[in-house]
């Protein structure tokens, strides 16, 4: 697409923000390897269209250029969420898997991209070589890192949450001042300030909300979305820092994304 | 107190777009410093909405309210302090804010308002 196309583009979504043509100028732009306009093209689509499976697959592509796998794994997952078929995000995090050296989950990715489109001799022909990779041999003494996301989440019992929309439980727990446990209790608060935060972020033009953080007396706490229908609390004592706790809890969302993604 | 003094303590921060003080009882707002484009009465109703939720969090771990609270998004980032008498000390900014300096101010603001 020439320059002249893609200012045609530009004026075009200018006049009407709603318009569709987000979708092939951040394609174009992606293409041209201006991957910070494509992003702020596609995310501001993305906002306006919440439902719309391309907008997400191209995002993830965006951010897959942009070298942010996990917000591209993160972009591919809502996409399939969105429309479980879409061939582009199963191919998509094969990819992101193989790249991680996750040989397994890539080809579970691959073999459903290729029942979708049996046809795709290129598909055929990646998977052929996933599954040679996925067989190799390992180097003796080498161990592949354990694939236990959930452990991320539990390796200290009693500090973090992670529960659906509707506040039921999904990992994790939490117990209160005297170590009793309040995980059935703070489910039921985290689901609505989900979707508390989420009118908020919206209403105040604050956009999609990414954390929340509490600084409590005895404690901290910080909130994720791993998904767009999950919700992670981690908490620790005031004196980790912040900072830490904040890191802390990406971690531990990603892991939980990851497990969540597995699961389904 | 001056409330308009101390909202002006946090304005100054580069990218604050608007600070408040916000009854959290009914959500209306008490004072404020906002840029045109902030719509203060939705701050304050969501702000003091968000701010029941955030208590409800630390009360089921038989723990104290928060002392302040921050919601980042895409392209903003809200944060708040609650104050004695109801109130809420809140700022509205842009992603490019010094949150460590804003949060520094909304503390003291709140600690002043008490």
Redo the contacts between chains.
Sequence with gaps: MSVDDIQALTAQLARDPSSLVFLPLAEALRRRGQLEAALTVAQSGATRYPEMAGAYDLLARIRSDRGEGDLAFDAWTTVLRLDPDHIGAHKGLAFLSFRAQDHLRSLRYLRRALELSPQDAALRATLRRVEQAANARPVPGFATPGADPLRALEAEPGFALLVDRQGRLLAGSLTDGQGKAASEAIGAVLGGISREAERTARLLHLGAWRRLSLEGGPAHFELRTPTIDSVLLVTRPREVPAGRLGLLADRAATAARRWLEELR | MNLAALLAELTPVHGVRGALIVSREDGLVVADALMEDV?GK??AA??A??AD??A???R???????????????????LAAPVAAGLLVVA?ASPEVNVGELRLRVLRAAERAA
């Design positions: 719509d939705a701050v969501l702000t909405s968000l939720r955030m409800g969090v630390t089921a771990l038989g723990q104290p309210e928060p002392v302040v609270w921050q919601l980042e998004g895409s392209e903003g980032v809200l509205v």
